[in-house]
């Protein structure tokens, strides 16, 4: 599986279509194994943060989740041009799920957001099990851990605790949580639930869903800041033909 580099964080450049296969496909053969949807907030942030790079590297899937993404990757002549946002694949890959019977965990935010969204999500797709929630607001991470166990076999975990956050948790505990496949997923349970807004067609056509969400959330102006810095460290990248830095 051919993996394109940017600024050290390994992407998989492939179609939604081609991602949702992959992760069904590990289901199938029972490989554990998680998703991580990193945009540029997460890109920049990790180049500080070995242990970051590690655990985004050491996914089985890493989907380009922002246009700012595709941005660095056309700077530094990358071959990545399809934005796949977490939130969407995940939908797709319930869909599929659905179709095999498969079982779903929500884990993650607010209290009583990820149960809404379970029942938005089983009317959805018919088929889907929910083998349980719990919400993202917890401090003890081995009582997480052993409720979701004692939910029975899972075949799929939603951790959505935002990142990176959901990928520490993930890579921490996913040997001893009885559940093939998780997906860290930032925001989706509130989209799933209807406590968030995705941002209109015409936002996310014209590359502008940053800018949506900052008139929703104007908190994010500082994280968003990063954008632009995040460009600028690919074209530094670019001149001095670095990788990194
Ligand atoms: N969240 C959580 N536990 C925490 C911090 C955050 O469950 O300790 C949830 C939060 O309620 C939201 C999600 O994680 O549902 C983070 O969403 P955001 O859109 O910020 O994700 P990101 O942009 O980091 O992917």
């Not at 050290?8 to 949807?37: C, H, P, W």
């Not at 939130?87 to 990820?114: H, I, Q, T, W």
């Not at 989706?188 to 929703?216: C, M, N």
């Amino acid at each position: 599986m051919s993996k394109v580099s940017i600024m050290g964080v390994n992407f998989d450049a492939i179609s939604k279509a081609e991602a949702v296969e992959r992760a069904m496909q590990l289901l199938r053969e029972q490989r554990k194994g998680y998703v991580v949807t990193p945009n540029s907030e997460i890109v920049y942030m990790a180049k500080d943060d070995p242990e970051l790079i590690g655990l985004l590297n050491g996914a089985s899937l890493a989907l380009p989740d922002g246009v700012g993404i595709l941005h660095a990757a056309k700077i530094l002549g990358k071959p990545i041009y399809e934005k796949v946002a977490g939130v969407e694949f995940a939908v797709d890959l319930l869909a599929e799920m659905a179709k095999e019977n498969r079982s779903l965990y929500l884990l993650g935010a607010k209290p009583g957001v990820a149960r809404k969204a379970a029942e938005n999500l089983v009317k959805r797709f018919p088929g889907l099990k929910i083998s349980g929630c719990h919400d993202g607001y917890f401090t003890e991470e081995q009582d997480v851990v052993d409720t979701i166990n004692a939910s029975g076999h899972t075949d799929v975990v939603f951790v959505c605790l935002g990142a990176p956050k959901q990928e520490r948790f993930i890579h921490q505990h996913m040997q001893e949580i009885n559940a093939t496949l998780f997906c860290g997923l930032g925001g989706s349970l509130d989209i799933y639930a209807g406590t968030a807004q995705r941002a209109p067609k015409f936002y996310v056509d014209h590359g502008l869903e940053w800018l949506y969400r900052l008139k929703q959330e104007p908190w994010r102006a500082k994280r968003m800041s990063k954008l632009p810095l995040f460009l600028l460290r690919a074209m530094k990248c670019k001149v001095t033909g670095k990788e990194t830095p």
